[in-house]
């Protein structure tokens, strides 16, 4: 059982920051990409930021420069720095993991229950 437990969400004026953590815990033999989607209301889920166990990272044009994906690969943590935050960044954040759970065994991806960022004018 993978389990990944977000924590950070919140509400904040427009300009404000946040931080964002998730822990992935189980039966975890490695982890190759961890991420950020984020789901507003009325509109399909979408990519935030992802790195990879290398340290490669991603960002989604809208949040370039503004938001920082970080990870910590001995404690299967990853986060996300949001600053200068703005209302259309509102929507609930979830967390991502494409895991395995043993060294013959394909990639599973795994979800979190996601976490509410709420961005006032």
């Known amino acids: 059982q993978v389990q990944l437990v977000e924590s950070g969400g919140g509400l904040v004026q427009a300009g404000g920051s946040l931080r964002l953590s998730c822990a992935a815990s189980?039966?975890?033999?490695?982890?190759?990409?961890m991420g950020w989607y984020r789901q507003a209301p009325a509109k399909q889920r979408e990519l935030v930021a992802t790195?990879?166990?290398?340290?490669?990272?991603n960002y989604a044009d809208s949040v370039k420069g503004r938001f920082t994906i970080s990870r910590d690969n001995a404690k299967n943590t990853v986060s996300l720095q949001m600053n200068s935050l703005k209302p259309e960044d509102t929507a609930v954040y979830y967390c991502?993991?494409?895991?395995?759970?043993?060294?013959?065994?394909?990639?599973?991806?795994?979800w979190g229950r996601g976490t509410q960022v709420t961005v006032s004018s």
């Open positions: 790195v990879n166990s290398g340290g490669s990272t």
């Open positions: 189980g039966s975890i033999f490695s982890i190759n990409a």
């Open positions: 991502n993991a494409v895991l395995t759970y043993s060294p013959k065994m394909g990639q599973y991806e795994h």
